[in-house]
């Protein structure tokens, strides 16, 4: 699954997505705004996939693991991180959208997906606040705020206010958390 010695892989996982630069304290407030309501879980019925409409997927991980890969399934189900400048999307420069891996949910537009350097795909928005769920990570800090997909409860990835104009924020995921479709 990743190449390197056991403690490079721990240290790996620890880090994550990290802010590009000095992060204030006191200065998520950004991040803060972006975070929905919370929903209860009820069973998926007909949804569209544009946006996210309150009703939640619900799977046991042994039906996850029926439809993610291995990868896939420790990203988006455990919350692990991929590698830096690993992912199959960090250097896509096509027309797009981005779904999330695991139930579809279209999170991010290609028109807001920037180099942000760290090696993971980063964009500045998704392409509706609602798709995605802010949360402080636990045990981190507030300087980390963990990205889920408001469907299906999935692991993306990080969101950081040391990011573009016009929102400041960096939202950086994991290409293994996401699903390109091309623009026609």
């Not at 990743?2 to 950004?30: D, H, K």
């Not at 975070?35 to 007909?46: D, E």
């Not at 619900?58 to 400048?85: A, C, I, M, N």
Request: glycine share 8%.
């Amino acid at each position: 699954m990743f190449a390197g010695s056991f403690a490079s892989v721990s240290l790996l996982l620890a880090i994550g997505c990290q802010p590009a630069g000095p992060v204030e304290s006191g200065t998520n407030q950004s991040i803060a705004k972006l975070t929905p309501p919370s929903t209860p879980q009820t069973p998926v019925t007909a949804v569209s996939d544009d946006v996210f409409d309150g009703q939640k997927v619900v799977k046991t991980d042994e039906e996850w693991r029926k439809l993610l890969s291995p990868d896939q399934f420790h990203v988006l189900r455990e919350e692990g991180t991929e590698r830096p400048y690993s992912g199959e999307y960090n250097d896509n420069k096509e027309k797009g959208t981005y779904s999330c891996a695991a139930c579809r949910l279209k999170l991010f537009d290609s028109e807001t997906k920037y180099d942000s350097k760290t090696g993971w795909p980063s964009f500045y928005q998704p392409i509706v606040a609602k798709n995605v769920t802010d949360k402080p990570e636990p045990g981190v800090g507030d300087d980390r705020i963990e990205v889920e997909c408001s469907r299906c409860g999935s692991h993306l990835g990080h969101v950081f206010d040391d990011g573009p104009k016009p929102t400041g924020l960096r939202y950086c995921m994991n290409s293994l958390a996401l699903k390109f479709e091309k623009a026609k």
